[in-house]
């Protein structure tokens, strides 16, 4: 017998619901008010399908009753309980009809308003669906306002992530064609609530039209749908996003992943007993914001503000480089592993992440070409100035929120989601300052200097993206300025916060940098990095003369393409800049301003350090260089003998700056006076311990003592950015006194002066200020001038006590 309509009713543990929903839905159809066939009455162009999807209670009695009562009504039974999604696909899949009402058992949505749904069927759409969100849907009793506004939440970050434009995935009142219906269904894979979204992007795929319908809706107690099931239904999304990845895509993670876990090879052996010699301190703080970040959060301390270090004073941690954005979420493993351990996972994951997302990106807006592209976005992520910041800066090596910002302005240029992506815009902008505003304001910089090169050459176009784009970024300023209001004015105007940071007169790149190898590249070598660079986390350039002789290549044979154009200009505007104020004639004593000079002053732009602009270079040379390779692999085979060729200088190009292992030794552990916990008995509430010297940019190894006692005692001094004089100038460290300046002179000139009365009273009031309870002297060069120094200060002898030198300043002091 032929079916209009079959009505698919998933139920678990619905004895209370189940026996009135199923008499409203036969009454409704016998009484013909559906207006169409299905309720004509016969009895032969309906059914209806219940699903017990393994209840517990009297409901698989009620469908019995309700099948053995009339013919039309079929009952699907599943031995044990595995979710709506699994239910909906058996009731579906058993159904014959021409069309395919699925409705939930408490009714929420009255079983008349499917003469609504099906007029937009009849309009040609091949599937209708409820909405309780799109103008004209009448909510007659709502649910607690909590749980409404979770709700909402959940549906809103639903629909952004898998299917944009439709307002309300989850009312269970869906009306579909029949046929598709099945074919969606039978392609399923979700067994929860996550089916809904599922079905809906299948349709999307298909091309098949959907109308979005507004509804009559009422809560009804009892609802099985908590709002924990949203983030259920993200997960599941999630997880059906894993399973439709392509083997060659995983393969290139995989292959990220594994050049990753290479550059950090020497200290994943032992994260907590290696250390990495050229991150300088860098590593010791950089683990010091995990732990001292994780310590917030399993507090509930204030994430913006420590006096941990530089006590009394404290440090403004949001006018550091803390990356909330990471070192939050990673919380977790630094309670478990140690922050040795959390920033080397974050660090090799954030690595691959980043390769991963410039993949991403190439691969949606350049070229198909997975090689081509895995080649591009491993020059992106991997190039010699993103190696050199892998030492020990996270913050300009962990960027995978870069491409994600600029394919959604992107998005915004095409104006056809302008609202949509401009919130999306706002939210990745927003969690990109929680990572690192520097490396934001150099992608802000590389997007302007492409979207100018691409404009000239395109105006027409660049006229119709400029009003979508400059409405889409209004919108992605008020989403994102609302949520770092606070922690920007925090970072700005709150305690131990600074104007600007000295960086010196000029740090800019020599032009022979751009030309020349990093260190750490197969064809680097130590000296000639070290006069180029200011230190060896700072490599910001040596992309290599072969990689520049390449780009020319590529910039020459595809001219024609304005994409090349723009990536040609920004890879050369972005290298002038880096040259800083003023620069110097290679070769020669010339001296001309550079064109960093009208920038140095503005706001922002005086803290950057110049030469990281050529960072820029990368993705715009990964770009060209994708292209390039895709170009080759899609010639035809009469010029095989060429792409060959083609290929091979590619490679020839590449492997100079292919990047060897970062160097790692093992790492100097603190003494036993703090690793065994012995300094506890010489501290009281509120006091400090003092090294000697106190910890500075030069010498920051108390930050370790400090995370390997659990944060247990503070410090002043430290290795931080903090604000120094009348004008709260940014300097690295703290403000200098008499004794942190003294202290620092004997350990750098390894000789003792003569302490004078003076000398004696500004000791005794830093120490105060400091509120010390005991100074501690490590075993370490110019340590015996050290002491001597120190001596002379209190006037009396250190103690040796678990491998160091103290003074307790309780008896005497």
Not at 9 to 34: F, K, M, Q, S
Not at 495 to 505: E, K, R
Not at 733 to 759: E, F
Request: proline letters at 7%.
């Amino acid at each position: 017998m032929s079916v209009d309509l079959s009505v698919v009713v998933p139920a678990y543990n619905e004895e209370r619901r189940l026996a009135p929903t199923l008499a409203a839905i036969r009454a409704y159809l016998e009484d013909g008010t559906d207006g169409g066939p299905a309720g004509s009455g016969d009895g032969t162009r309906w059914e209806l399908i219940v699903v017990d999807d393994g209840s517990t209670d009297g409901t698989l009695d009620i469908a019995a009753d309700a099948e053995a009562a009339d013919p039309r009504v079929r009952l699907v039974h599943s031995p044990r309980n595995r979710g709506k999604g699994h239910a909906l696909r058996l009731g579906v899949l058993a159904s014959r009809g021409d069309r395919v009402l699925i409705t939930d058992a408490d009714l929420a949505t009255p079983i008349e308003e499917l003469e609504c749904l099906d007029k937009a069927l009849a309009e040609g759409h091949a599937a209708a669906i409820g909405s309780r969100a799109r103008p004209g849907a009448t909510i007659e009793s709502h649910q607690h306002r909590l749980r409404e506004l979770l709700g909402r939440t959940g549906n809103f970050l639903i629909r952004t992530v898998a299917v944009p434009g439709v307002r309300d995935t989850q009312c269970g009142f869906k009306l579909f064609d029949g046929d598709r219906a099945r074919e969606a269904f039978a392609a399923s894979r979700l067994r929860g609530w996550g089916i809904d979204v599922e079905i809906l992007q299948y349709f999307r795929r298909s091309g098949w039209p959907v109308a979005e319908v507004p509804v009559r809706w009422a809560h009804q107690e009892g609802s099985k749908v908590r709002p924990v099931d949203y983030a259920k239904v993200l997960a599941e999304l999630t997880s059906l996003k894993a399973r439709t990845l392509r083997p060659r895509d995983l393969l290139v993670a995989a292959l990220f992943l594994a050049m990753a876990v290479t550059l950090y090879s020497g200290r994943w052996a032992a994260p907590g007993a290696r250390y990495l010699p050229d991150s300088l301190q860098d590593q010791n703080q950089w683990e010091w914001f995990f732990a001292v970040t994780a310590d917030n959060v399993r507090h509930l301390h204030n994430p913006l503000f420590t006096d941990l270090q530089n006590h009394p004073d404290g440090v403004n941690l949001m006018a550091n480089t803390v990356m909330l954005g990471l070192s939050v979420p990673f919380a977790p493993v630094t309670w478990l592993f140690g922050p040795a351990a959390a920033l080397n996972a974050a660090m090799t994951l954030g690595l691959a992440a980043t390769a991963l997302a410039w993949y991403w990106l190439i691969r949606r807006r350049l070229v198909r070409h997975r090689g081509a592209a895995a080649a591009g976005a491993a020059l992106a992520a991997f190039a010699p100035p993103m190696v050199s910041h892998a030492h020990a800066h996270p913050n300009f090596m962990v960027l995978f929120m870069i491409p994600l910002i600029i394919d959604r302005a992107l998005r915004l240029c095409e104006g056809t989601r302008v609202v949509r992506d401009g919130v999306i815009l706002g939210l990745f902008t927003t969690y990109q300052i929680f990572l690192g505003e520097e490396p934001l304001l150099l992608a802000a910089v590389g997007m302007l200097l492409f979207a100018a090169a691409y404009g000239l050459a395109h105006r027409d176009m660049a006229r119709a993206a400029l009003r979508p784009l400059a409405r889409g970024l209004g919108v992605a300023v008020a989403v994102t300025v609302p949520l770092v209001a606070l922690p920007l004015y925090w970072q700005f105007f709150g305690p131990q916060s600074y104007t600007s940071v000295l960086h010196g007169d000029n740090a800019g790149n020599s032009p022979l940098a751009l030309l020349s190898f990093a260190e750490r590249s197969l064809a680097g070598n130590e000296q000639t990095a070290a006069a180029l660079s200011a230190n060896p986390t700072e490599q910001n350039a040596f992309y290599g003369w072969p990689l520049a002789a390449l780009a020319f290549a590529i910039v020459v044979r595809l001219w024609e393409w304005t994409v090349v154009k723009a990536l040609a200009f920004t890879v050369l505007a972005a290298a002038f800049l880096s040259l800083g104020p003023k620069f110097r004639v290679p070769l020669t004593d010339i001296v001309l301003p550079g064109p960093w000079a009208p920038l140095s002053h503005l706001p922002l732009f005086e803290s950057v350090i110049e030469s990281r602009v050529a960072m820029v270079c990368a993705p715009a040379l990964g770009m060209l260089v994708a292209l390039a390779l895709a170009g080759l692999f899609a010639a035809p085979r009469r010029m095989t003998a060429a792409r060959y060729a083609g290929v091979a200088a590619v490679a020839l190009a590449l492997l100079p700056i292919v990047p060897a292992p970062l160097r790692a030794v093992e790492r100097e552990q603190p003494p036993g006076f703090i690793a065994d916990g012995t300094w506890k008995k010489y501290l009281g509430d509120g006091e400090t311990l003092v090294p000697v010297p106190l910890p500075d940019p030069a010498g920051a190894e108390a930050l370790h003592w400090q995370t390997t006692a659990g944060l247990g005692f503070r410090l002043p001094g430290g290795y931080f950015n903090g604000p120094w004089g009348p004008d709260r100038v940014g300097i690295y460290g703290a403000s200098p006194r008499n004794t942190s300046d003294l202290l620092r002179d004997v350990r750098a000139a390894g000789r003792a002066p003569r302490i004078t009365d003076a000398w004696r009273r500004a000791a005794r009031e830093d120490l105060a200020y400091w509120n010390a309870g005991v100074l501690v002297l490590a075993p370490q060069e110019h340590d015996t001038e050290l002491r001597v120094t120190v001596e002379e200060l209190l006037d009396r002898p250190g103690k040796w006590v678990d491998g160091v030198w103290i003074w307790d300043l309780h008896k005497g002091s």
